[in-house]
Structures are given as structure tokens and as C-alpha cells.
């Protein structure tokens, strides 16, 4: 039976021999914790060699592991996994949606330039009138830029989108976010009202040009705090 600490000790070295861009589990033990062997996703860099020829590379290098448990890699260039993802490989998705991220490169940077990105568009809608949409670009706006400082410290990433429990576990990694409990729970209050199948549970109207203008407001004073931890 092979563990999840064993993944990621394979995932380690991996990432010092290969220098990949991201390393995802799936299968059995992603979902569970535990199984009968690794499955991994490796993405490279684009370059003139075959995937055939850069996964023959990785699977001799892991030579010294298969007499513990077996590990069944594979290796895709960057450009090749993007066209395979627009293409909407089912294969693809089910790893997306039950894949664990054991590695991704420049990760934290990525996270905020995705922050950044969003409340970019957050602005970009208040001023188009669309209220509940700049709400909702703000709540991820800080939602990533959370995650991203997370990671940072040693966090493990979970699928949650919570503003209330990414800052309990910012409380214990010691990390300052700088936010009030009042504006988190607003901005969970605005994000749940994302879906029109939210509406009529509670008499509480559509977001309001005030509700979008403080929810930017919320996430442009926490980004930056993020990006110096």
C-alpha cells in the first residue's frame, strides 16, 4: 500500500531532477490517502524531444522506487497539455477535478498575479454597472491572493473558497491577512450570491453598486499585504 507522504517524497525528486512545471496526483491515492500505486501528471516545458522520450527518461530515473511500490508516470510538454485541455479531454477533467497539486512552479506568483487579475476585472465591471459579478471577481481576487501567501508559508492547497476558513488557517500558519471578521463575512455574504439558485432563501436583494465598490475595496487593501509576507 502506498501513502500520500510517499507521493510526495517521489514528487520531490522529480521536481530536483527534472525541474517540471507542475506535478499532479491522481487516482487512488489522491482521493484517498492511500492505494496501490502512484499516478502522476508531469508538466514540462515545451521542447524538441517526443513525450515518448521524456517519460522513458523519468520512468528509468525512478528505477530505485520500484522495488517499494509501483509508480505509473506521465509526461506531457506544456503546449501539448493545453491543446489536449481545449480539445476537452475527459481525462483531463476527471484529474482537474480529483487531482491533488503536488507541485507547481512559481506558484505563489502565479496565485497573484491571478489576484491581480481579478480585481482588475472587478473594476473593470463595477464600472459597467454589472454589481454582482464585481462582487463576485472580488471575493476570488482575495480569495487567490490568500492562497498564494498559504502556499508560500507551507500550506497545503484545499478546494474550499471560503474567506472565513482561509483565514483560520492563515491564523495558524501565523500569516497576517489584513481584513476584518466584519469584511470576510460580507465578502462570504456577496460571494454566495454568485448563483441565481441563491436567491429568494433570504430577503437580501441583488449586490449593490455600494456592496461591489466595498468588496473591491476589501480586496485591493489585502492584496498587497499579501504579496509582502
Known sequence: MVSLSQAKEVSKFLVDRFDPVAIVLFGSVAVHGKGEDIDLLMAVEDSARTPRALESEVRLSLKPYYAKFAIDPIVLP????????????????????????LYMKDSVRQWLEQAREDIATANYLLEGGFHRAACYHSQ?????AIKGVLIQSGWELEKTHSIERLLAIAEQYGVGVEITDEDAVFMESVYRGRHPAGEGLLPTGDPTAEDAERAIQIAEKAIPACQHV
Open 78 to 101: 506544456v503546449g501539448l497539455l493545453q491543446e489536449h485541455w481545449r480539445k476537452g479531454s475527459p481525462f483531463l477533467r476527471l484529474i482537474r477535478r480529483e487531482g491533488r497539486s
Open 140 to 144: 476570488q481576487s482575495l480569495d487567490k
